[in-house]
């Protein structure tokens, strides 16, 4: 790469990584309303461990409980994936499975922009 | 507005003895018979009795190894499709009624339970899409058990036993709104064991009622039948008596199936 190349990706990377924060920063403003929205109990105790399984989906609120079970039949999807199955919003979509991954319920991975949720049923147990 | 096509359906009670495996295996059988490619399982870890039941011998593997992750599904179905008339093909999945494998089902932790929710959702994929089955149906243990809500939640639709007795009504109505309701389960009800269910009158009653206790469709009315008494277990009603009312019965219960009536 010659040093054209390079200085003209640089302000690339730049906006790369300042578009990510914003995204990263959307995505706790989401969880905020939705908390706002629904009361704190749903994240009053957030656990390190707590697997989805039926008897958590049970005691789960349910607009929580929509999503998971839709998460829970995919294996793993994106917010829009999972919007798509629910016909409710993707930022609704968004917020809720990002409370879920708060309360230990799922997990969460990144893959260049796009964020991917998960019950983690390999590793728990 | 019609929704998914039943594909995948739970026989679920409140109680015990409503005839939830009588309802599951003829079910299984009168689609079958239908020509459909049709799957057994039985998720009564509690009180296996497909076993005995289908008279089987030599099983290979166990639902319960499909369900520990010890083996393919595959592995655990078992071919009766030579037992039935018709075209169509009848495979049983079975739970090991051993003491041991029912002492062993009664100790798992709930995070054994939520891999097994995630094995039984995917044979949707295994046995739906890949295997072309047209359908399969899960016979569960009564009540609120781990595997029959796991089975609940992995189901299109769930077809409830009950009878008249009392604390079935009550328990039954509870398990409508607090478990079906929550997970958004279709449900059809059969009422079983159900007294001069022959007359008209007794009918137009009991689907009143049904009605104003249940809101939900109602899928039969199961007359107490003295001859399913008197086989002790050992007919396959819809295959063995084809002229029977209870084969007749089940006919009708599968053509509502079929139509996607109830939502």
């Known amino acids: 790469m010659n040093n054209e190349e390079a200085f003209g990706k640089k302000p690339l990377h730049v906006l790369e990584k300042i578009r990510e924060s914003l995204e990263r920063l959307n995505e706790k403003m989401e969880v905020m309303i939705e908390i706002q929205k629904h009361g704190r109990k749903d994240i009053m105790h957030p656990l390190t461990d707590a697997p989805v399984d039926v008897m958590t989906l049970l005691s789960m609120p349910d607009h929580l409980r929509k999503t998971a079970m839709t998460l829970c039949r995919c294996g793993r999807a994106t917010a829009e994936e999972i919007s798509v199955q629910t016909s409710r919003a993707r930022a609704v979509e968004s917020a809720y499975l990002n409370q879920l991954v708060i309360m230990g319920h799922l997990k969460k991975e990144r893959k260049g922009r796009k964020a991917y949720f998960y019950a983690d049923r390999e590793t728990q147990g | ?263």
């Open chain 2, 1 to 263: 507005m019609k929704t998914r096509m039943s594909k995948i359906i739970a026989v679920h009670s409140y109680k015990g003895g409503t005839g939830k495996t009588l309802l599951s295996v003829n079910l299984a059988a009168t689609l079958a018979k239908q020509g459909k490619k049709v799957c057994l399982f039985d998720l009564d870890f509690r009180a296996p009795s497909l076993f005995a039941i289908l008279k089987m011998e030599n099983v290979q593997s166990w639902l319960n190894d499909y369900l520990n992750g010890a083996c393919d599904i595959n592995k655990v179905l078992v071919d009766l499709s030579s037992t039935i008339s018709g075209n169509g093909k009848f495979f049983v999945g079975l739970a090991n009624p051993a003491t041991e494998a029912i002492r062993d089902m009664s100790a798992k932790d709930r995070k054994w339970e939520m891999r097994a929710l995630g094995r039984l959702l995917s044979l949707r994929n295994a046995l739906l899409n890949d295997g072309k089955f047209d359908y399969i149906i899960f016979d569960t243990s009564p009540g609120l058990q781990y595997s029959s809500i796991n089975a609940i939640v992995t189901a299109d639709l769930v077809v409830v036993a009950t009878t008249s007795d009392r604390s079935d009504v009550d328990g039954t109505r509870r398990m409508l709104r607090e478990l079906y309701n929550l997970f958004e389960k279709k449900t059809g009800l059969v009422i079983n064991k159900v007294l001069d269910a022959a007359s008209k009158s007794k009918r137009d009653e009991m689907d009143s009622k049904v009605k104003s206790i249940y809101q939900v469709p109602l899928l039969g009315l199961v007359p107490c039948f003295c001859d399913i008494l008197r086989a002790e277990g050992n007919l396959i009603f819809v295959r063995d008596k084809p002229d029977h009312p209870f084969t007749k019965l089940l006919d009708e219960m599968v053509k509502k199936i079929e139509a996607n009536d109830i939502n």
